[in-house]
Nanobody
Framework: QVQLVESGGGLVQAGGSLRLTCATS????????MAWYRQAPGKQRELVAS???????NFADSVKGRFTISRDNAKNTVYLQMNSLKPEDTAEYYC??????????WGKGTQVTVSS
């Protein structure tokens, strides 16, 4: 059974940094797409950043220049480094991974709160 577990969330002051980690298990295959989404109260879930198996990345305009995404293919783990955090980054952050032949999976989320 494929599982995704996020960690690294917490409370930070504006301007601070956090590093989120999403560890996957249960898949015999390397993920060909991994991403971070976020959902703030009363808002729709939105894509924050993604990385393909080949290393191509994509970022939401609101986080470009502040967030970076990276992955460890050997561990099927993806990271989100968040710098210069703003109060509007406050949200529940979810990891998503797509495995060939298995489908798309989600973690349960980790809360990020940025105080002003």
């Amino acid at each position: 059974q494929v599982q995704l577990v996020e960690s690294g969330g917490g409370l930070v002051q504006a301007g601070g940094s956090l590093r989120l980690t999403c560890a996957t298990s249960g898949s015999p295959f390397r993920s060909n797409f991994m991403a971070w989404y976020r959902q703030a109260p009363g808002k729709q879930r939105e894509l924050v950043a993604s990385v393909t198996g080949g290393g191509s990345t994509n970022f939401a305009d609101s986080v470009k220049g502040r967030f970076t995404i990276s992955r460890d293919n050997a561990k099927n783990t993806v990271y989100l480094q968040m710098n210069s955090l703003k109060p509007e980054d406050t949200a529940e952050y979810y990891c998503n991974a797509v495995f060939p032949g298995l489908g798309s999976y989600w973690g349960k989320g980790t809360q990020v709160t940025v105080s002003s």
